[in-house]
Nanobody, 115 residues
Framework: QVQLVESGGGLVQAGGSLRLSCAAS????????MGWYRQAPGKQRELVAS???????NYADSVKGRFTISRDNAQNTGYLQMNSLKPEDTAVYYC?????????WGQGTQVTVSS
């Protein structure tokens, strides 16, 4: 059974930083694509950052230069380092990993950026 458990969300002032974690079990992050998505109230879920099994990364234009996706293969944990946060980054952030069988999601973690 695949489980993705996010942590690290919270309330931060504009300009601040947060690091989200995604602890995985039942799937090996280093062998499968993973990503971070977010969903703000009244909006569709959108891709924020992704990493393939080879380590190549991709970012939404809105977060380029501010967010960094990474993973710790030994801990089987993914991360999203978020710097220079803006109020428009406020959303529920979801960790995702997928393989040939299915797409898997965490429960989400709330990030709120105050102005």
């Amino acid at each position: 059974q695949v489980q993705l458990v996010e942590s690290g969300g919270g309330l931060v002032q504009a300009g601040g930083s947060l690091r989200l974690s995604c602890a995985a079990s039942g799937i090996i992050l280093s062998r499968n694509p993973m990503g971070w998505y977010r969903q703000a109230p009244g909006k569709q879920r959108e891709l924020v950052a992704s990493m393939n099994s080879g380590g190549s990364t991709n970012y939404a234009d809105s977060v380029k230069g501010r967010f960094t996706i990474s993973r710790d293969n030994a801990q089987n944990t993914g991360y999203l380092q978020m710097n220079s946060l803006k109020p428009e980054d406020t959303a529920v952030y979801y960790c995702n990993a997928h393989n040939i069988f299915d797409w898997y999601w965490g429960q989400g973690t709330q990030v709120t950026v105050s102005s």
